[in-house]
C-alpha cells in the first residue's frame, strides 16, 4: 500500500501545484453529463418509462448526442421494487432500441451499471455511453421488499427488514463508542439542510428526528422513501473534451463485497470500501468532496473510517448534494453520488471528488470511484 | 387526434407469491435437521472456527468445510435493536429485539428475535439462550425465538445458562430434512401509469386508443407512453381499429391451467386499422384450421368485459399481403 496522508486535505491555496493524474487505465473516461429527477414520495400517474424518460433528455440535451449516437447503454433497476419480471425491458422503450443498439443491465444500482458501461470504453467497444438507473419504491412496502435479497435459508424466513439491519449495524457503532444517538441526529441533520440547496431532493430542511424506527435508529437517521431516476453520460478521452467543458475524469473505480452472512462480519468497519478505494487511487492524494451513499446516518460513520474521511471540519465536503438521507431512490442513489461528484467538477466547485455507492444490508457490496477536474 | 387531458389514476392490488423450493446441501441439511431435532450444529474451519449458522465453503479460503459439530443452544448478545413495531412474518408479534447472537462454542453470529419485556432488559453481552418452537419441521423459524437466561432458571438442568465448549456431531439424523419451502409474498399497488391508463379507460368504452410518436408518425397500441424507436413521448392518442387483419397465428394445443378455453385454440397478432404495429388476441367463431394470415377480424366484447374477450372474423375479404406484411 502506497504511503498516504493521514486525513486528505483540500490544498491550501488554488495556485498549489496540480497532482499529475496517474494513469492506470487503458483509457482516459470521464462523467461528462448527469441528470436527475425530482425524487418524489410516489409517482402513481407515470409509468416507469415515463418517469425515466425526461431524465435520459436532459442528459443527453446537456451533450447534444441523439440515442442513436451512444456507443453503449447501461441500466441500473430492480424487478423487486415494481413487483414484475423484467420491469427493466419497459424502459428501453425510452433509449430508443430500435435500430438495435447495444445495451445491458445490472439488477444492481446503477453506480454498477456505470461500471459496466465504464469497462465497455475500456475494451475499446465504445466511446460514449448512456447510464441510466430507476427506482419505483411506492407500489410496494420497500423495508419488507428488501428482505428478499437476504440469504434464503437462515435469514429471509425471518423477515428481517432493511431499517432492522442498519439498527443492528448502529447499536454495534454506538457499543464500539464510534457514535451516538446525538451525533447521528447531527448527521441527519447537515445532510437535509444541506438538500435545501439541491432541488430535486425529497426531504430538506429541518426534518423532526422522529421516534425510535427500530431502537436506536430514529425517523430522522432513515432515509426517506420514494421513487425516482438518474443517469450519466460517459465518454472517452478527446471524445469527452468535445461534449463538456471540464470532464470529470474517472480516475480510479472500484468494487468489492463482504460476505453474505451478518454475523460474519465487523459491522462497524467497511473493508470492502477501504479496499476499494485503495484500488482506485483514494488514498494517492487529497479529496476536497465526498459523495457517500449512506441510506443510514449510522453508515456515513462507517464510510468515514474507512475512507479516512474524518470528521466535520476537515475541509471535505461530505455529501454536500444532501445524500441518500435526503432523496434515496432505490437503485439510482449510488448512480447519482457519483453524478453529484461529476457535477461538481464540471462547474468547478470541486478538483478532486470520491464518490461511493453501496448495495445490499449494511454496506455489503461498495463502489468506490476517484473523479477528477483538468486543473487550470 | 387530442392532446392526452391528466389521466384519472388507476390502481389494483398486485400480489406477487412463490412457495420459493430450496434443496439443502449437506451442511445446511445437518443444521436444519439438527434444529428439528433440538440440536444446534456449526461447522469448523481449518483454522479452527466455528461458524453458526454453518456455510459449506470458508469465507476467507473458499475452502469446502464438513466437519461438523454441536454448539450450545446458549450464548451472547453481540449487537442488538429494539423493534416497537413488528412487521408482517417476523418471528415475533409483540415488541421484540432483533439480535445477532454468538452462541456458546461458536465464533460467528446467529441472527434472530430476542423476546424481551422491553429496550431497557436488553443489552449488548447479555446472557440469552434459544426457546424452541412448539412445532418443528427442519427451518430457522424451529427456533421460535432467543430468551433472556434470567428470564428462568438458571440451576444447572436442561434450561441452564451455563455455556459449553463445541462438540463434535456427526450431523446423522434419521430422515434428514433436504429441502425447505420459504412461501414469499410480497404486496404491491399497481398503478399503469399515463398512457397504460388512457388505453385501459378507452377499453372500457370500447374503444381501442393507440398513441403517435410525434417524430416517427407511427401509432403503437397498446401504448406505452414512448416510442421505442425515437426514444420519446407519444402524447397523441389515435382511435384504431375495431377491425384488424390477422398478421401471423399459432394453434394453441395446451391446455393452461385454469383456462376456460377449449384447445386447440387460434392465437393471433392483430393489426388494428390504423395501427403501426400489431397487438395479440384470440380468434374465435371459425374453426381454427381456418384461420390464415390476411384474415379481416374485430373484436368481441363480452357483457361487463373491460376489454375484448377475442376476435372473430368481419366476413371481408382477406386483406392483400402487401397491405400488412410490414407489420408482421
Known sequence: ?376 | MTAAPPPETLRAPLVVEFPFTRSLGPVQSAFLTGLREGVVLGVKTSGGKVMVPPVEYDPVTAEEIRELVEVAPTGTVTTWAWNASPRPNQPLATPFAWVLVTLDGAGTGLLHALDAPGPDAVRTGMRVRVRWAAERSGAITDIACFEPCDAGPDDGGPDSCDGAPARPHDGAFADPVTGIVAAARLDYTYTPGRAQTAYINGLAERKTVGERCPSCHKVYVPPRGACPTCGVATTDRVEVGPAGTVTTYCIVNIKARGLDIDVPYVYAHIALDGAGLALHGRIGGIPYDQVRMGLRVEPVWTEGGRHPDHYRPTGEPDADYDAYKELI
Not at chain 1, 475494451?123 to 419505483?136: R, S
Not at chain 1, 487511487?281 to 487529497?286: N, W
Not at chain 1, 474524518?310 to 453524478?339: H, Q, T
Open chain 1, 1 to 376: 500500500m502506497p504511503a498516504t496522508p493521514a486525513r486528505p486535505v483540500r490544498p491550501a491555496t488554488p495556485s498549489a501545484p496540480p497532482a499529475p493524474r496517474k494513469r492506470r487505465y487503458a483509457r482516459e473516461v470521464a462523467v461528462v453529463a448527469f441528470a436527475q429527477s425530482d425524487h418524489r414520495r410516489r409517482t402513481d400517474e407515470l409509468s416507469e418509462v415515463e418517469m425515466v424518460m425526461p431524465v435520459l433528455h436532459q442528459v443527453l440535451a446537456q451533450t447534444g448526442l441523439k440515442t442513436g449516437e451512444i456507443g453503449f447503454t447501461c441500466s441500473g433497476s430492480s424487478d423487486y421494487l415494481a413487483g414484475r419480471a423484467f420491469s427493466f425491458t419497459m424502459t428501453l422503450d425510452g433509449v430508443g432500441a430500435w435500430p438495435p443498439i447495444s445495451e445491458s443491465h445490472v439488477e444492481m444500482d446503477g453506480a454498477w451499471a456505470l461500471y459496466e458501461a465504464w469497462v465497455k470504453i475500456q475494451t475499446g467497444e465504445a466511446d460514449t455511453a448512456l447510464v441510466y438507473a430507476y427506482g419505483k419504491s411506492s407500489p410496494g412496502s420497500v423495508r419488507d421488499v428488501l428482505t428478499r435479497q437476504l440469504d434464503p435459508y437462515y435469514v429471509a424466513p425471518l423477515w428481517p427488514d432493511a431499517v432492522a439491519l442498519a439498527a443492528l449495524q448502529a447499536r454495534a457503532l454506538i457499543d464500539a463508542g464510534d457514535t451516538d444517538e446525538q451525533a447521528l441526529a447531527a448527521i441527519g441533520a447537515r445532510s437535509r439542510a444541506d438538500a435545501a440547496a439541491n432541488p430535486h431532493a425529497q426531504l430538506t430542511g429541518v426534518v423532526p428526528q422522529g421516534d425510535h424506527q427500530v431502537a436506536p435508529l430514529r425517523t430522522g437517521d432513515c432515509p426517506p422513501v420514494g421513487d425516482g431516476a438518474a443517469a450519466v453520460v460517459l465518454a472517452a478521452g478527446d471524445v469527452a473534451r468535445s461534449l463538456c467543458a471540464r470532464p470529470a475524469w474517472i480516475t480510479g473505480i472500484d468494487h468489492r463485497i463482504e460476505a453474505h452472512g451478518l454475523g460474519l462480519r465487523d459491522l462497524t468497519d467497511s473493508p470492502s470500501t477501504r479496499t476499494a478505494a485503495e484500488h482506485a487511487g483514494l488514498f494517492d492524494g487529497p479529496v476536497d468532496t465526498a459523495e457517500l451513499h449512506a441510506p443510514f446516518s449510522s453508515q456515513e460513520v462507517v464510510l468515514r473510517k474507512a475512507l479516512r474521511l474524518g470528521g466535520p471540519g476537515d475541509g471535505v465536503a461530505v455529501n454536500p448534494s444532501g445524500g441518500a438521507l435526503a432523496a434515496n431512490p432505490m437503485m439510482a442513489a449510488g448512480l447519482i453520488r457519483i453524478g453529484e461528484a461529476a457535477a461538481r467538477i464540471h462547474r468547478g466547485a470541486s478538483d478532486r471528488a470520491v464518490a461511493h455507492a453501496t448495495s445490499g444490508p449494511c454496506l455489503q457490496q461498495n463502489l468506490v470511484a476517484v473523479l477528477e477536474g483538468d486543473r487550470a
